[in-house]
């Protein structure tokens, strides 16, 4: 009977220890605005009864903040846009390798780091625009089509100082080789109608007013302007859709997530994770910012759906990170500002 009751008290002061570490709180550092992460953690919060704290700032001063606070930092998750951030990362040894079953379930190969220490948690793509007026679909193809003569001062670019544009010469750097894509982006040079804009909705609207006929953006940008401005005469484009030709499909990226390598709670961080990716949790997180779910089991809101159906570049988006050096290099000797 007393060997009985000692085993008992032993299993309630075990649960009584775990309980609350279980509910202990997680801290993440996010490079994405609290207006587009505190639905999720507050709905996060009402499944688990777990609080998420979180610090929002760009993805460098985050970065920068983790290397300065070392074991000492509160962090358990990065969060932030961008494979090449997350490469970035983990090659500054930020993050920790975690396994899970339900992530490599849930993300699939391409947008999830080999090594497990960074997972895809939305999809955006970068994809053509046009003006309805002035282009018919018939006339667009792929992003390599774009530096032919026939665009000679029909092309808006966004300027190649932000990393999107970095990570899509990335991975055509890893598609086509140096030469060829150094010679596609003399191409798109060449083409521009005006000097590169600082982000992608003011190249949309130069499309938009005539001053040149097409542009690259990621699709949530363009997704945000139309709910805006339904009437302007623009529409999305997926390029490098013919198998025929074996072209490899349309660009994508992602925001996610890694747990930090100093996480004081990596169990919870974890938790959190798996969580983001699951189907209650895809639905919130990619609808907010018009992404496309990371997990293929998700469908997307219907106003993104409505944009059509598209094969994605299966190339694993950590080479948006890898390759960056040199394209942003690249960039520079194609006089690409």
């Not at 993440?28 to 929002?56: C, H, M």
């Not at 939305?122 to 679909?137: E, F, G, H, L």
């Amino acid at each position: 009977m007393k060997r009985t009751q000692t085993k008992l008290l032993a299993s309630l002061a075990l649960t009584a220890w775990i309980l609350p570490a279980l509910a202990q709180d997680i801290v993440v550092y996010s490079a994405r605005n609290e207006q587009l992460i505190k639905p999720l953690f507050d709905a996060y919060t009402r499944d688990t009864g777990v609080q998420v704290k979180f610090i929002t700032d760009k993805e460098g001063p985050l970065m920068a903040r983790l290397k300065a606070e070392g074991k000492n930092t509160p962090a358990d998750v990065l969060l932030t846009v961008d494979a090449g951030n997350l490469w970035q990362a983990s090659e500054e040894g930020l993050l920790r390798p975690i396994r899970s079953k339900t992530l490599e379930t849930n993300v699939p190969a391409h947008l999830r780091d080999p090594g497990n220490e960074w997972f895809g948690l939305s999809v955006r793509a970068r994809t053509m625009v046009y003006n309805t007026q002035k282009v018919k679909p018939t006339d667009l193809s792929t992003y390599e089509d774009l530096a032919h003569p026939k665009w000679k001062g029909r092309l808006c670019l966004r300027t190649s100082k932000k990393v999107y544009n970095q990570s899509l010469v990335a991975m055509m750097i890893h598609e086509y080789g140096e030469d060829k894509t150094e010679a596609m982006v003399r191409g798109w040079v060449d083409n521009l109608a005006t000097s590169p804009f600082p982000d992608d909705t003011k190249a949309m609207e130069a499309v938009a007013a005539g001053q040149c006929d097409m542009t690259l953006v990621n699709t949530y940008y363009f997704g945000r302007l139309m709910e805006k401005n339904p009437n302007l005469p623009l529409a999305i484009f997926w390029p490098n859709q013919n198998l025929k030709t074996k072209s490899a499909g349309v660009h994508v990226n992602i925001s996610g997530a890694g747990v930090t390598r100093h996480a004081k709670n990596p169990a919870g961080a974890q938790k959190l994770i798996e969580w983001l990716s699951s189907d209650k949790a895809q639905n919130l997180f990619a609808d907010v910012n018009l992404e496309y779910p990371v997990n293929p089991k998700v469908a997307p809101d219907r106003n993104v759906a409505a944009w059509g159906s598209f094969r994605q570049n299966l190339v694993n988006v950590k080479e948006a990170g890898s390759l960056q050096i040199k394209a942003v290099k690249l960039m520079d000797r194609a006089s690409y500002k």
